[in-house]
């Protein structure tokens, strides 16, 4: 620090040392994710706000500060569970970056408690001690349609999303945007939604110029609708094929297909009609016609073609 123009003898000259020496201090500062290890979640940052030197002969020197690399990130996470939440961390993402009061070197190989590295001079707020929390959000890009009555981990449109209020939890995925017509020859941008004949539709992976979206699946992904949601009550949700709605008392189901894998238990009455029988219960075999081959009873009936009497 150049103390040289300082004058002796002048009673500010306590407050100019004070706040100079405050200069150098590292507290907090903006930065963006310069490139981001998924590993050991680290990553490079780069400071957003330049250092400032007020020079002798009046002039003001703007500097920008070094990288600063292998910067642990901050995410929800017990250690001790193992429980948390991530979310992709890219280039540009903006953060808040801290400086700790010690070097943070030990703790950052071994974790828990540590002395700090140094023993004559320790570091303090240096700018090799820093962590980030990823997510600090300028005016220039606000998070979009905010939700003030709930907990939600969404897209950036809210298209993608599950919320949690303070009565039911909510799953929902939907196309929130008008699709355009199909056509082979118009320049498609990434994110743009097209409908084709069938009625399906596809969500632009990148900037292309009629790639047909059924056959390419690297430029297109198909874009489909559901809704999922969860209450003190009853679960409920719906989806472009197929309904489905499951109460404390009673389960239906409305689909097209409906594929089970497995062991399928009953316990209770079985109606309806299918042409799959004949069905296993705990009380002998179902079946539209009286066609059982093992070995059977009939309960208060005389043998005939028709399918009564109670099976054992």
Same mark, same amino acid.
């Given at each position: 620090? @150049?103390?040289?123009?300082?004058?002796?003898?002048?009673?500010?000259?306590?407050?100019?040392?004070?706040?100079?020496?405050?200069?150098?201090?590292?507290?907090?500062?903006?930065?963006?994710?310069?490139?981001?290890?998924?590993?050991?979640? =680290?990553?490079?940052?780069?400071?957003?706000?330049?250092?400032?030197?007020?020079?002798?002969?009046?002039?003001?020197?703007?500097?920008?500060?070094?990288?600063?690399?292998?910067?642990?990130?901050?995410?929800?996470?017990?250690?001790?569970?193992?429980?948390?939440?991530?979310?992709?961390?890219?280039?540009g993402?903006?953060?808040?970056?801290?400086?700790?009061?010690?070097?943070?070197?030990?703790?950052?190989?071994?974790?828990?408690?540590?002395?700090?590295?140094?023993?004559?001079?320790?570091?303090?707020?240096?700018?090799?001690?820093?962590?980030?929390?990823?997510?600090?959000?300028?005016? =220039?890009?606000?998070?979009?349609?905010?939700q003030?009555?709930?907990?939600?981990?969404?897209?950036?449109n809210?298209s993608?999303?599950?919320?949690?209020?303070?009565?039911?939890?909510?799953?929902?995925?939907?196309?929130?945007?008008?699709a355009?017509?199909?056509?082979?020859?118009?320049?498609?941008?990434e994110?743009?939604i097209?409908?084709?004949?069938?009625?399906?539709?596809?969500k632009?992976?990148? @900037?292309?110029?009629?790639?047909?979206?059924e056959?390419?699946?690297?430029?297109?992904?198909?874009y489909?609708?559901?809704?999922?949601?969860?209450?003190?009550?009853?679960?409920?949700?719906?989806?472009?094929k197929?309904?489905?709605?499951?109460?404390e008392?009673?389960?239906?189901?409305?689909?097209?297909?409906?594929?089970?894998?497995?062991?399928?238990?009953?316990?209770?009455?079985?109606?309806?009609?299918?042409?799959?029988?004949?069905?296993?219960?705990?009380?002998?075999?179902?079946?539209?016609?009286?066609i059982?081959?093992?070995?059977?009873?009939?309960?208060?009936?005389?043998?005939?073609?028709?399918?009564?009497?109670g099976?054992?």
């Amino acid at each position: 620090m @150049d103390n040289s123009f300082l004058k002796p003898n002048d009673p500010g000259i306590l407050q100019e040392v004070i706040q100079r020496v405050l200069l150098g201090v590292n507290t907090s500062i903006p930065g963006t994710i310069q490139s981001f290890n998924s590993e050991n979640q =680290t990553a490079v940052i780069v400071p957003n706000i330049r250092s400032i030197e007020n020079r002798r002969d009046g002039t003001t020197v703007y500097t920008q500060l070094p990288d600063l690399i292998e910067v642990p990130l901050v995410f929800p996470y017990s250690t001790t569970t193992g429980f948390s939440v991530t979310f992709p961390v890219a280039q540009g993402d903006q953060c808040l970056v801290i400086f700790a009061q010690r070097s943070i070197d030990n703790w950052q190989e071994y974790g828990r408690v540590q002395n700090p590295v140094e023993i004559n001079y320790p570091r303090a707020h240096s700018l090799s001690d820093a962590m980030a929390i990823v997510g600090l959000i300028p005016k =220039t890009n606000p998070i979009q349609n905010f939700q003030i009555d709930c907990v939600e981990t969404r897209d950036t449109n809210r298209s993608h999303r599950v919320t949690v209020y303070d009565d039911k939890i909510q799953i929902f995925s939907v196309s929130s945007i008008v699709a355009v017509e199909w056509n082979a020859v118009t320049p498609y941008e990434e994110g743009m939604i097209v409908s084709i004949d069938s009625g399906k539709k596809f969500k632009a992976l990148k @900037d292309n110029t009629g790639v047909d979206p059924e056959s390419d699946k690297e430029t297109w992904q198909p874009y489909k609708y559901s809704l999922f949601e969860v209450s003190n009550e009853q679960i409920s949700g719906e989806t472009g094929k197929s309904s489905f709605v499951m109460a404390e008392e009673n389960i239906t189901l409305d689909s097209g297909d409906i594929i089970l894998k497995g062991n399928v238990k009953i316990d209770g009455i079985l109606s309806g009609s299918t042409s799959l029988l004949p069905v296993t219960t705990a009380n002998g075999i179902l079946h539209t016609t009286k066609i059982i081959n093992a070995t059977h009873i009939h309960d208060g009936v005389t043998a005939g073609d028709d399918n009564t009497g109670g099976v054992k």
